[in-house]
């Protein structure tokens, strides 16, 4: 395939620079600021955070605290909001804003739970009005602030009513300084393929930055996906989970039209030594091992001894126990294999519904 060189060249948000066009997807309850860290480390151009409520009664929770702190994270911190009504979400932005947040991003793409009695997120998309005037008001609200805001939704409600293009060009007018647009419908949940064609609908009615989403799981995908749409960038959400160099690996293939090396099974186990530092760092000895969990579920599954190493792991509850138990599985395997053996494919989209109705909830 040729290179694609565009790929990793730097893209503008209002007055951020981002070095390149490989997005980090936001993931409730994957995409904290220590895997944001990890996935910028190794290549992602920017990340956004995973959302955070515009229910004030919820904004002093540990969960949301700990959403909203992005210690060492590297400019630019973006951070998404979710609700139903303009006032509180233009509210949720100056807060956000005044915790660091440097870009804010509407949620209009995600099944999000019901708030104050309407459904948030990419419900939305179906009450055209009512985003409108979500948009204007949180524009309104960061622009004194000369904070850029952007905008991520699916291509429609159903399959009879794609309305992301006339969306796209209503966000722009209002400001809007970015979109993502994942190729699927709400109603679609995970299921079936993305589509692509929306996507470069949606590019080409619009002057703002595109960035395509939806089932990029290879460096192959990327291109085909870019070319396809005339997308400005790319984003990538479940590819990364057990695999955040993937974007530096679709950076190396977009450079020189080959696919690099696998990493070596060291480097590996230094990067998820790191960031389970990072993440006991965050979350403390109990909530942290139990959640660095998934994580290392993901890293390990494809890995020949993975499924049942998994198994012991849900056995170890602390923070000494989980890092020595990985560090000796990566340790063991490199023996075997210098470079970390070939990873499965994307899991199965249609996995994904209810482990994102779990974690996509707005609080
Ligand atoms: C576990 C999980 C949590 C998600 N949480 C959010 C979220 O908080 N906000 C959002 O806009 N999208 C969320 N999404 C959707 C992703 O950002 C992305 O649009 C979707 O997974 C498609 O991209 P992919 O095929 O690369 O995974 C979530 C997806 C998953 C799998």
């Known amino acids: 395939m040729p290179p694609h060189p565009s790929l990793v060249s730097p893209l503008t948000i209002g007055t951020h620079t981002l070095p390149n066009r490989l997005f980090v997807a936001p993931m409730a309850g ?30 002093h929770s540990l969960k949301t605290s700990r959403r909203a702190n992005h210690a060492g994270e590297s400019a630019p911190i973006s951070v998404q909001i979710a609700g139903t009504d303009a006032a509180m979400m233009a ?4 807060y956000n804003i005044d915790r660091g947040a440097q870009i804010i991003d509407i949620n209009m793409g995600c099944p999000a739970k019901k708030v104050c009695n309407k459904w948030a997120g990419s419900a939305l998309m179906q009450d055209e009005p009512l985003a409108l005037e979500i948009i204007e008001a949180v524009v309104a609200a960061c622009a004194p602030h000369g904070v850029p805001v952007t905008l991520k939704m699916r291509t429609g409600w ?7 293009e006339r969306i796209a060009r209503a966000a ?53 996906v870019m070319r396809h749409t005339g997308a400005d960038a790319v984003m990538i959400g479940r590819a990364a989970q057990g695999q955040p160099w993937i974007f530096g690996d679709i950076a190396h293939f977009a450079e020189h039209g080959r696919h690099r090396a696998r990493p070596l099974t060291l480097e590996v186990r230094r990067w998820l030594l790191d960031h389970l530092h990072d993440h006991h760092g965050l979350y403390g000895e ?13 890293a390990v599954r494809a890995l020949p001894g993975g499924e049942a190493f998994r198994a012991h ?33 994307q899991q199965d989209p249609t996995d994904a519904p209810e482990g994102e109705r779990a974690l996509c909830v707005a609080n």
Request: hydrophobic share 40%; charged share 25%.
């Open 158 to 164: 159903s399959l009879h009513n794609k309305n992301a």
């Open 30 to 59: 994957v995409t904290d600021r220590p895997f944001r860290m990890l996935c910028k480390s190794l290549g992602a151009g920017y990340a956004v955070s995973e959302m955070v409520t515009s229910r004030k009664d919820l904004w």
């Open 286 to 298: 109990f909530a942290g091992v139990r959640t660095a969990r998934k994580h290392i579920g993901w």
């Open 91 to 94: 509210e949720a932005a100056a």
């Open 313 to 345: 792991m849900n056995t170890l509850d602390q923070v000494d126990e989980q890092t020595r138990a990985v560090s000796d599985f990566f340790e063991q395997l490199s023996l075997q294999h210098p470079r970390l053996p070939a990873h499965a494919p």
């Open 172 to 224: 722009e007018s209002a400001g809007i300084a970015m979109l993502t647009v994942h190729g699927r419908t709400r109603e679609q949940g995970y299921k079936g393929q993305a589509e692509y064609d929306t996507i470069a609908a949606v590019k080409a009615a619009v002057r703002v930055p595109v960035v395509a989403n939806g089932d990029i799981s290879t460096p192959e995908k990327a291109l085909a």
